[in-house]
């Protein structure tokens, strides 16, 4: 079948991309779901930072690539061996599918899952597959699923089937924001009843592990942002003090407002001097945590010895340490009790034709998080 879905060829477009087009429409062939495979008609995609990054070169992937991670959709049809999903079924997809026999899934840790990581490394689906086509020549996958496309086929590992009760628009920030911002609070660092915390970067996956601290009982959370609409915003939604990350003095700030230093920073910026801060701004015996993706030419300078003599941590988070097939339900409970207002981080409803001003608005950094709607 054919279906239309914004495709990056080259990784040199520089913004404003209204004007460069990084990302053209284009009327694809789509092969029919394999084995392990299922047909999805997409209900919305969201605009997430790491589509960016694969548009500007900073996680270079291989092109023609067509891109979208973070996405809900509609079964329209399942291959061979697939059981337990039909036809109208409702999913969330997942940007790491996992096998369920390497040893990360084997301990539970399906977001580490290896073969899933090589597939996107590839740009393939976890069959080694590529379903995409343009005028007889392979389409690479953007994380097993490539979104931006009115139709997609993926690993039945990549769906996460979810009840009908929810808006299914909504549903598509459950794939990347909520699963990796609140996944970062409640499963790396466990946060509990009455800590500490610390924001920078209030993207959409900052703003959801704000979310999420808030949802843990977290006493006291501080968001950082270089953007006052951005602290704003945090505001609204129930962070207990706001600093912009200019500040000469906002380190010193956080330390005093929590009497040494928060007992969780979370770095969700992307950057090496917002590590840097997070980890300034760490008590002593507190943990540090990453779950951006920088640059990957980037490193970070860190003091070895104040690990040792002030007994930190430093973790990475990567998809909110998930389960995902446990944390979407779960989540999604959560918002419908009404104690994780995720919907209030939605931004623009785009069409796919404007997929590229929607680029240019979250590079500017003050854009809520955009759908393009199917
Ligand atoms: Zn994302
Ligand atoms: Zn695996």
């Not at 789509?30 to 999805?40: H, S, Y």
Request: net charge negative; aromatic share 4%.
């Amino acid at each position: 079948m054919k279906t239309r879905a914004a495709v990056l060829h080259a990784l040199d477009k520089q913004a404003p991309f209204a004007q460069s087009q990084p990302l053209r429409i284009e009327e694809i062939e789509l092969d029919a779901p394999g084995e392990g495979e299922v047909l999805i008609k997409m209900t919305a995609a969201g605009l997430c930072h790491s589509d960016l990054s694969v548009m500007t070169g900073v996680r270079p992937r291989p092109v023609p690539m067509a891109l979208g991670h973070e996405a809900s959709g509609t079964v329209v049809q399942t291959g061979a061996g697939v059981g337990d999903l039909k036809p109208g079924d409702h999913v969330v997809l997942v940007f790491v599918p996992s096998c369920g026999h390497c040893m990360p899934c084997m301990e539970g840790r399906p977001a580490l899952c290896e073969p899933g990581a090589q597939a996107n490394g590839n740009g393939s689906l976890l069959s080694g597959e590529r379903r995409l086509h343009l005028h007889g020549h392979d389409i690479h996958h953007h994380m097993g699923i490539s979104a931006f496309a009115e139709y997609a086929v993926v690993s039945r590992r990549s769906c996460v089937k979810i009840g009908q009760d929810i808006d299914p628009v909504e549903s598509a920030l459950f794939g990347c924001a909520v699963l990796t911002g609140v996944g970062a609070v409640v499963n790396t660092a466990k946060v509990q009843a009455g800590q500490t915390v610390a924001v920078l970067g209030l993207g959409g996956v900052g703003l959801c592990a704000m979310l999420g601290a808030i949802a843990s009982g977290a006493a006291q959370i501080i968001a950082i942002d270089v953007h006052d609409s951005k602290l704003e915003v945090a505001i609204s939604l129930g962070a207990t003090a706001v600093i912009n990350a200019h500040d000469a003095d906002a380190v010193d700030r956080v330390k005093a407002l929590t009497k040494g230093g928060v007992d969780f920073a979370f770095e969700m910026a992307g950057m090496v001097q917002a590590m840097e801060m997070a980890y300034r701004m760490t008590r002593r015996g507190g943990t540090t945590i990453t779950a951006s993706l920088p640059h990957p030419q980037h490193h970070w300078p860190l003091q070895q010895v104040s690990l040792v003599t002030e007994e930190r941590t430093v973790k990475g988070s990567y998809i909110g340490s998930c389960v995902p097939a446990r944390d979407i339900p779960r989540y999604i409970d959560l918002y419908l009790a009404g104690k994780l207002p995720v919907n209030q981080l939605m931004g623009e409803r785009l069409k796919l034709d404007d997929i590229n001003r929607g680029f240019d608005r979250l590079d500017a950094g003050t854009s809520l998080r955009d759908l393009i709607v199917f």
